[in-house]
């Protein structure tokens, strides 16, 4: 198992920046790519960024060259920097651990509200 804990989630205007943290702990040596994906009211639950172990990184095409992830092994914990926020970036954000075992096991943190005003 795999637990994962996020924060730095907030209330921020258009243009503004937020770093989100998730931190795992449990089986983190089963962890291949850790990612956020987020979900806005009506919307189905999106890829925005996820990094592999190894630094390979996939970014959905609305948050290139705005949003960047990062990871620290030492720490297992995976971040998300924000710039530049627009609104139709409010959503719940989650981040999300695949590890490398077959089947791939997904683990969900609790989500944190990101709110964008304009």
């Known amino acids: 198992q795999v637990q994962l804990v996020e924060s730095g989630g907030g209330l921020m205007q258009t243009g503004g920046s937020l770093r989100l943290s998730c931190a795992a702990s449990?089986?983190?040596?089963?962890?291949?790519?850790m990612g956020w994906y987020r979900q806005a009211p009506g919307k189905q639950r999106e890829l925005v960024a996820r990094?592999?172990?190894?630094?390979?990184?996939t970014y959905a095409d609305s948050v290139k060259g705005r949003f960047t992830i990062s990871r620290d092994n030492a720490k297992n914990t995976v971040y998300l920097q924000m710039n530049s926020l627009k609104p139709e970036d409010t959503a719940v954000y989650y981040c999300?651990?695949?590890?490398?075992?077959?089947?791939?096991?997904?683990?969900w943190g609790q989500g944190t509200q990101v709110t964008v005003s304009s």
């Open positions: 999300n651990a695949a590890t490398i075992t077959w089947p791939v096991n997904n683990y």
């Open positions: 449990g089986n983190v040596f089963d962890i291949n790519a």
């Open positions: 990094i592999t172990t190894i630094g390979s990184i």
